[in-house]
């Protein structure tokens, strides 16, 4: 079955970096995209971007220059890095999966808690 | 981007229909049908619902029905459940590979 499990909560400073894994399992992990989606407590979704099966990143506007999102295909793995971290980024970071050309979520990893304090 | 308008809270009665709604722009929910939608129970991850604006994934109850009018999408709930209580949020392709979601709706059920 498809999974998607994501690394451990994590607690940085203020103006350091995160990086949040997602490993997928049970289906061809090169053939799907998988997405970062962001989620501050009582708040809503937000689309961080997007790691595509042909190797090509896509980043909100919202987070140019702050987000890396890269991918081992030895470890069908994906990661999210975030830098520069300030309290906003306080959230549940969730990986995604989107089949090619589908345009919607069809599985989601369990969520990683950063927070972000001094 | 802005994120897509959704009413903060709908509330209905057990067996009642309930519509969300989900405004977006010309160069979202207007300029595509790729329009999905999500439930999130508390504490949950959120789970896929409706995709290209009103079709169902394996295993989702037909209760639940999308359309879409205009820059405008709309989620429906039939025969309204205790078990439907939950935030529910849309999503639309936004162009240039990027996405965007709705602000969100709590539902109740009284």
């Known amino acids: 079955q498809v999974q998607l499990v994501q690394s451990g909560a994590q607690v940085k400073e203020p103006g350091a970096s995160v990086k949040v894994s997602c490993q997928a399992s049970?289906?061809?992990?090169?053939?799907?995209?998988i997405h970062w989606v962001r989620q501050a407590r009582g708040q809503g979704l937000e689309w961080v971007g997007i790691f595509r099966s042909d190797g090509t990143t896509v980043y909100a506007q919202d987070f140019q220059g702050r987000v890396t999102v890269t991918r081992d295909t030895s470890t069908s793995t994906v990661y999210m890095e975030l830098s520069s971290l300030r309290s906003e980024d306080t959230a549940m970071y969730y990986c995604?999966?989107?089949?090619?050309?589908?345009?919607?979520?069809?599985?989601w990893g369990q969520g990683t808690l950063v927070t972000v304090s001094s | 981007q802005s994120a897509l308008t959704q009413p903060a809270s709908v509330s209905g009665s057990p067996g009642q229909s309930i519509t969300i709604s989900c405004t977006g722009t010309s160069s979202d929910v207007g300029g595509y049908n790729r329009v999905s939608w999500y439930q999130q129970h508390p504490g949950k991850a959120p789970k896929l619902m409706i995709y290209e604006v009103s079709k169902w994934p394996s295993g989702v109850s037909n209760r639940f029905s999308g359309s879409k009018s205009g820059n405008t999408a709309s989620l429906t709930i039939s025969g309204l459940q205790a078990e439907d209580e939950a935030d529910y949020y849309c999503c639309s392709y936004a162009s240039t590979i990027t996405y965007v979601f709705g602000t969100g709706t709590k539902v109740t059920v009284l």
């Open positions: 995604v999966r989107e089949g090619p050309n589908t345009y919607f979520f069809d599985y």
């Open positions: 049970g289906y061809t992990f090169t053939a799907y995209h």
